[in-house]
Nanobody, 119 residues
Framework: QVQLVESGGGLVQAGGSLRLSCAVV?????????MTWYRQAPGKQRDLVAS???????NYADSVKGRFTISRGNTKTTVYLQMNSLKPEDTAVYYC????????????WGQGTEVTVSS
């Protein structure tokens, strides 16, 4: 069983920056995988923010392009989300997600880390 742990959330003023981390603390990551950050604001659905494949291909929601950057650590078991120029509408709980393929696709979620951007 893969366990993901997020960290780095907090309270920041609009225009500020935060860096979220998601670490695989147990289990095995297979070579074919995608790590994704999602976010869920109160009363809203969970939306994709950014994703990165094992090969380094990235994808971003239009609302964060140019402001957020997703990256992996050297060991490929940690993913980061650098968030710059934060806006109040970025306020949400941010979740890390891992999808990976061995003989079948499997999916895992972290517990979430809260980001609050004040105006």
């Amino acid at each position: 069983q893969v366990q993901l742990v997020e960290s780095g959330g907090g309270l920041v003023q609009a225009g500020g920056s935060l860096r979220l981390s998601c670490a695989v603390v147990s289990g095995t990551i297979f070579n074919t995988n995608v790590m994704t950050w999602y976010r869920q604001a109160p009363g809203k659905q969970r939306d994709l923010v950014a994703s990165i494949t094992n090969g380094g291909t990235t994808n971003y929601a239009d609302s964060v392009k140019g402001r957020f950057t997703i990256s992996r650590g050297n060991t490929k078991t940690t993913v980061y989300l650098q968030m710059n120029s934060l806006k109040p509408e970025d306020t949400a709980v941010y979740y890390c997600n891992l999808k990976q393929y061995s003989t079948r696709w499997s999916e895992y979620w972290g517990q979430g880390t809260e980001v609050t951007v004040s105006s």
